[in-house]
């Protein structure tokens, strides 16, 4: 059984379409995330979402948005892709604020052409 | 402003010699520690981490980290690489508001 498991694994788009990621945990954790992965493997979150509530919008464009229809899951959807947006995406889970670690799911590789 | 440093980009070293990577870290007050390892490919899996206690923490795959407080400091130790280490190692700090921030990861590659 996969903790964290993120489709699809790669994605591969033209700038301006709009496509989505799909994230699940069965862990039972309340709190999930989502962090992006540039091309220099430098990692940042975007999003904390807990008990279904978002916590953090780290400066992400309005282009992204989250939605959390339950505890187990967090989708992200993305409008208008640009160019920039190429990067991996992991999905995070953890109990409360998260001060005893995250657990990823594998990452989705999005590439924008 | 609160961040993360890591010390080392890329470090370049043979089997069975010893590693230290570098990690301090500017939040104040409480904050928790982590180390994560990525392989080539896969997603990011937790090393070990430190919340209070003894200083000196141990992890998986023979890996230990030491929090020096007076240094803002939690480096990660390995006595004997192998191969298999070869990876992305990310230093990552909670200071208690529902995110990991994160270094800028140091690329580990061990030859044989």
């Known amino acids: 059984d996969t903790a964290v498991s993120q489709t699809p694994k790669y994605l591969v788009t033209q700038m301006g379409n709009d496509k989505s990621i799909k994230c699940e945990q069965n862990?039972?954790?309340?709190?999930m995330y989502w962090y992006k992965q540039d091309s220099k493997k430098f990692l940042k979150i975007m999003f904390s979402?807990?008990?279904?509530?978002?916590?953090i919008n780290e400066t992400v464009p309005n282009r992204f948005s989250p939605k959390s229809p339950d505890k187990a899951h967090l989708n992200l959807h993305i409008n208008s892709l640009e160019l920039g947006d190429s990067a991996v995406y992991f999905c995070?889970?953890?109990?409360?604020?998260?001060?005893?670690?995250?657990?990823f799911g594998s990452g989705t590789r999005l590439t924008v052409v | 402003a609160q961040s993360v440093s890591q010390h080392n980009h890329h470090v370049i070293l043979s089997e069975a010699a010893s590693l230290e990577l570098g990690c301090n870290y500017s939040?104040?007050?409480?904050?928790?520690l982590f180390w994560y390892v990525q392989y080539p490919g896969q997603h990011l899996q937790l090393l070990l981490k430190?919340?209070?206690?003894?200083?000196l923490v141990k992890g998986i795959k023979g890996f230990e980290a030491e929090f020096i407080k007076s240094k803002f400091s939690f480096n990660l130790r390995k006595p004997s690489v192998q191969w298999s280490d070869t990876a992305e190692y990310f230093c990552?700090?909670?200071?208690?508001?529902?995110?990991?921030?994160f270094g800028a990861g140091t690329t580990v590659t061990v030859r044989a």
């Open positions: 995070a889970s953890s109990q409360g604020r998260g001060l005893q670690g995250h657990t």
């Open positions: 862990l039972g954790h309340d709190t």
């Open positions: 979402y807990n008990n279904k509530e978002l916590i």
């Open positions: 939040y104040g007050g409480t904050v928790n």
């Open positions: 430190y919340f209070s206690g003894d200083p």
């Open positions: 990552a700090v909670s200071p208690n508001d529902y995110k990991l921030s």
